[in-house]
């Protein structure tokens, strides 16, 4: 390439960034705007395929169709027919910042602070890329694709993703061929046999994220069943440990299905996976079905028990006395009696919870539905449903906590047990199945349901 040559009557080449293979990247002058600009090269060589063009042109289009913050925004595209160039460029905004990989290469180590800034900002993007319609997937995210700018107070720097040469919709993937591209190291099994999703993303990252900390390319870490072994030469935390090795994980069935779902537990550490055994309890009469497409739990009324006949006798003598108290205070003289029938609302309403509960338990069910769109929680008595039904878009859900029996202690120091709980968070939305004196009878039948939304969720169980 002439040195300050002009491309497309108004590109003026500074400087080439890289080459390889029939590609070129080349630093740039807007003779227009006067701006600096990235113009990526793709000439007819003698090795030139047609599937580099493709490839070039799904690039062209899909940053043509973005608009984010932190990816290079499309400018141009053109054909170059010069007297030392045929080909195709693209021309897009150039991001004054250096590479992961040459922070790497000039010795900087990373904090995991650090690195869970960088892990925080890539996946947002990475949430942005896989939300679109269809999914846009990167395929070749690795350290030489992630600018790093320069440190902000105290912020890692801004990050950013660039090089979409690899890209991919889902929808291009289900009806067009497949091309295996990507770069080794950082490519999950699936993507070597053809096939990406945007898991394979996540597992691109995570090996990325490994390079960060171990100062070693992944592709020279020994493995084991496919699987990337760094822990005996990273220095860092259980918690990011255990996250890397989910996002690395080989089998597509037990690495994070989506960026939200890594983000949600790289935010919250606190979190611990765990695994619950167990089958379903003999006579048990919850009633599970499954189906690729739907779950659906029914917990039937719980039937009398001892306990409920002191629960009984003290809402009788309770909704009696209240009563008792009603009638006196309205047959007193008017207005002076509203005061006191208004004063034993809130007793009635007491009063109806604890009838409400003996009938609920006797003739109540619940039932937890979830479908391809969404979860949804709904109470009945005798068969009607008898409060709102809440519901949540089944992509929302991100976590199964199992939180197991245990003690409190209040403020004078008594110990109070506490029944185990499972909670299932769709978002900001909770919903929760706990064992009590209600339709749930033991931590048995709570665990065999954990286990069974885990494995159909394909969500880890926390605690």
């Not at 990235?38 to 395929?49: G, M, Q, R, T, Y």
């Not at 493709?54 to 932190?70: D, G, I, N, W």
């Not at 029996?405 to 506490?418: A, E, I, P, R, Y």
Request: net charge negative.
């Amino acid at each position: 390439m002439i040195s300050k040559e002009i491309l497309g009557n108004r590109y003026e080449v500074q400087q080439q960034l890289g080459k390889k293979s029939g590609r070129r990247t080349l630093l740039a002058t807007d003779l227009v705007t006067g701006k600096s600009v990235i113009v990526k090269l793709l000439a007819f060589s003698s090795d030139f395929e047609w599937d580099d063009l493709k490839l070039f042109e799904r690039e062209a289009q899909t940053l043509k169709s973005l608009s984010h913050p932190y990816i290079p925004v499309y400018l141009d595209y053109f054909q170059v027919n010069s007297p030392t160039y045929q080909g195709f460029a693209l021309v897009q905004t150039y991001i004054p910042a250096q590479t992961l990989e040459q922070f790497l290469q000039a010795g900087r180590k990373f904090t995991e602070i650090e690195i869970k800034e960088i892990a925080k900002a890539v996946l947002e993007i990475l949430i942005y890329l896989h939300n679109l319609n269809p999914p846009t997937i990167h395929r070749d995210l690795k350290p030489s694709n992630i600018l790093l700018g320069e440190r902000s107070g105290n912020s890692v720097g801004s990050v950013y993703l660039v090089d979409f040469g690899s890209v991919q919709t889902v929808l291009a993937a289900e009806i067009g061929t497949r091309t295996i591209v990507g770069t080794y190291g950082y490519m999950p099994q699936e993507q070597f046999g053809g096939r990406t999703v945007p898991a394979s993303d996540l597992y691109s990252l995570g090996a990325t994220l490994i390079y960060l900390v171990t100062g070693i390319n992944p592709a020279d870490l020994p493995q084991k069943d496919f699987r990337i072994q760094f822990e005996q030469v990273a220095n860092i935390s259980p918690s990011l440990t255990n996250w890397l090795k989910r996002m690395i994980e080989p089998d597509l069935e037990k690495r994070f299905s989506t960026a939200i779902q890594a983000l949600t537990a790289l935010e919250q550490p606190e979190y611990t996976e765990i695994t619950l055994t167990g089958d379903k309890p003999a006579g048990s009469k919850i009633k599970l079905t499954k189906t690729e497409d739907i779950l659906e739990v029914i917990i039937p009324p719980a039937g009398f028990q001892a306990s409920m006949v002191f629960l009984s006798l003290f809402a009788i003598s309770w909704n009696s006395f209240i009563l008792f108290w009603t009638i006196g205070a309205l047959a007193a003289p008017f207005p002076m009696n509203l005061p006191f029938a208004l004063f034993s609302l809130p007793f009635w309403g007491v009063g109806f919870s604890m009838i409400y509960g003996l009938f609920f338990s006797l003739f109540g069910s619940i039932q937890l539905f979830i479908d391809t769109q969404e979860i949804s929680f709904i109470h009945k008595l005798w068969g009607f449903k008898i409060c709102r039904t809440r519901s949540a878009p089944k992509d929302s859900i991100t976590k199964l906590v199992y939180i197991p029996k245990h003690l409190t202690k209040d403020s004078d120091g008594d110990k109070t047990q506490v029944p185990a709980k499972l909670e299932i968070w769709a978002g900001v939305t909770k919903f929760s199945l706990d064992v009590n004196a209600g339709l749930i009878k033991s931590e048995a039948e709570l665990e065999w349901l954990t286990n069974e939304l885990s494995d159909w969720l394909n969500i880890e169980i926390t605690s």
